[in-house]
Structures are given as structure tokens and as C-alpha cells.
């Protein structure tokens, strides 16, 4: 599947990443679309979470209420983003705990903690296959920005 996004949503990825985040710690975004369409991304979702420079966990009950919203609404979430202080990688954190666990999920990382240039620049995106392992996978072949 490749997914289609509007530069206008990455372009407002980047603002949560460097409005919460403020450089100094990571955060994550959330890219969302309907179940009718699946292939498009409608909406990024800037979840209630804390953070550090060295990670970040969503908060428990958001989530929840998460869920139920995006079942009512029939939404689903089709990417996990979120930032690195340094270079863009999943590191054994990210591995252990996405979001998401179906085969196929994507999870994308922006480096420097979204600061430098609105684009997958240096980013990393990776994979989750049946076995539940992780592999990087090719930016261009899974997220078009139209
Ligand atoms: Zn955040």
C-alpha cells in the first residue's frame, strides 16, 4: 500500500514535532485516514503524551478515548511518526512498543527533533512484518506527498 498525503499534513507534522518538542525533546505524530479510503491520509493527530530527549509514552486514557474515536469515526492509524534528537533510526524502544502491531503498519522517524527542512530528508521509515519484526523499507515506495 501506498499511502497519499497532502504536503499541507507533513507540513503540520513538522509544527507539532518543533512546537512541542521545542529541540530539546521527542515527539510523536499520528497519521490517520478512513477505512472507505484506504490509502489516504486525512488527518495528523498530535497525541497527549510526555517526553524526554530520550523518548516519549502516550498518555493511557487519551489513548482509549483514541480508540473509540477512531472507531466511530471508521479512521484508522495508517503511520506512527516520531522525532529523534540525532540521526533517523528505529532503535530496540520503537521496536518493542508501536502503537500498532498489524503486519504491514509503518512507523517513519524524523531526525534532530523535526527541525530541519519539512521533508523525509534523512528520515527513516520501517516496517512490521507477520513476525513482528521491524525492517526499513524504501520512503518512496510506501508515502507519496500529493
Ligand atoms: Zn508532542
Avoid: N
Avoid at 512546537?19 to 515527539?27: F, S
Avoid at 480508540?67 to 529523534?84: D, F, P, Y
Amino acid at each position: 500500500m501506498r499511502y497519499q498525503l497532502a504536503a499541507s499534513l507533513l507540513e503540520e507534522t513538522f509544527t507539532h514535532f518543533r512546537r512541542c518538542g521545542a529541540g530539546v525533546r521527542e515527539c510523536q505524530a499520528l497519521w490517520v485516514g478512513p477505512w472507505a479510503h484506504p490509502h489516504l491520509i486525512t488527518e495528523v493527530v498530535h497525541p497527549r503524551h510526555s517526553a524526554s530527549a530520550a523518548g516519549f509514552q502516550l498518555d493511557d486514557a487519551w489513548l482509549s478515548d483514541f480508540w473509540t474515536r477512531l472507531a466511530k469515526e471508521e479512521v484508522g492509524i495508517r503511520v506512527q511518526c516520531h522525532t529523534h534528537p540525532g540521526a533517523a533510526y528505529h532503535s530496540a524502544v520503537d521496536d518493542a512498543f508501536p502503537v500498532i502491531t498489524t503486519p504491514g503498519f509503518l512507523s517513519l522517524v524524523i531526525p534532530r527533533f523535526g527541525l530541519g527542512p519539512v521533508g523525509f530528508e534523512r528520515a527513516f521509515l520501517a516496517q512490521i512484518d507477520e513476525a513482528g519484526h521491524w525492517d526499513e523499507v524504501a520512503i518512496a515506495e510506501f508515502l507519496e506527498i500529493v
